[in-house]
T-cell receptor, first 108, second 115 residues
């Protein structure tokens, strides 16, 4: 089983839609979790950390389910500018372990 | 620009040639990471440094690959006798401490094409 697994997508959604991505991880000792965003042919950039209690940043909500070993990212009111690849990142130890990413296309 | 800087941005080389990439991390970041990314995949870990010490190398890092960070500042990644399978984006990242506790900042990458 891979350390971090994501549905590669693509997810094609209309503007204004709500979309959710899940990511599962295999190492139950993992302590840190992140979502990174990567635009086409650009470097990954941190979108948000994922805390045990769940956290929200504007239209973005991240949640962690330790019992089932998955994290999720919810995007509300999708914008065209949200089109990107979203990378699930887990840190059971150094260094960061990245998922393959989920591609999102928001369509006008 | 005080971000992570990588050079060159693009490199085309013939199979069998050696190539070297450079990464200048954000100053005072003591952790430096090298990743490789191919199309449709997430970044795959290659190696990382704390200051000048190389702490871990991935199994992906064959003996044709070597990385250094001689003074704990910039780092170089060398690939000897390049193969077509080495074609990828090579990403460097730095962080001020353990990446699990803080954000890792990535450079724009070096895109290698082996022909």
């Amino acid at each position: 089983r891979k350390e971090v697994e994501q549905d590669p997508g693509p997810f094609n959604v209309p503007e204004g839609a709500t979309v959710a991505f899940n990511c599962t991880y295999s190492n139950s000792a993992s302590q840190s979790f992140f979502w990174y965003r990567q635009d086409c042919r650009k470097e990954p950039k941190l979108l948000m950390s994922v805390y045990s209690s769940g956290n929200e940043d504007g239209r973005f909500t991240a949640q962690l389910n330790r019992a089932s070993q998955y994290i999720s990212l919810l995007i509300r009111d999708s914008k065209l500018s949200d089109s990107a690849t979203y990378l699930c990142v887990v840190n059971p130890r150094e260094p960061l372990v990245f998922g393959k990413g989920t591609r999102l296309s928001v369509i006008a | 620009d005080t971000g992570v800087s990588q050079n060159p941005r693009h490199k085309i080389t013939k199979r069998g040639q050696n190539v070297t990439f450079r990464c200048d991390p954000i100053s005072e970041h003591n952790r430096l990471y090298w990743y490789r990314q191919t199309l449709g995949q997430g970044p795959e870990f290659l190696t990382y440094f704390q200051n000048e010490a190389q702490l871990e190398k991935s199994r992906l890092l064959s003996d044709r690959f070597s990385a250094e960070r001689p003074k704990g500042s910039f780092s170089t990644l060398e690939i000897q006798r390049t193969e077509q399978g080495d074609s990828a984006m090579y990403l460097c990242a730095s962080s001020p401490t353990l990446a699990r506790d803080t954000e890792a900042f990535f450079g724009q990458g070096t895109r290698l094409t082996v022909v």
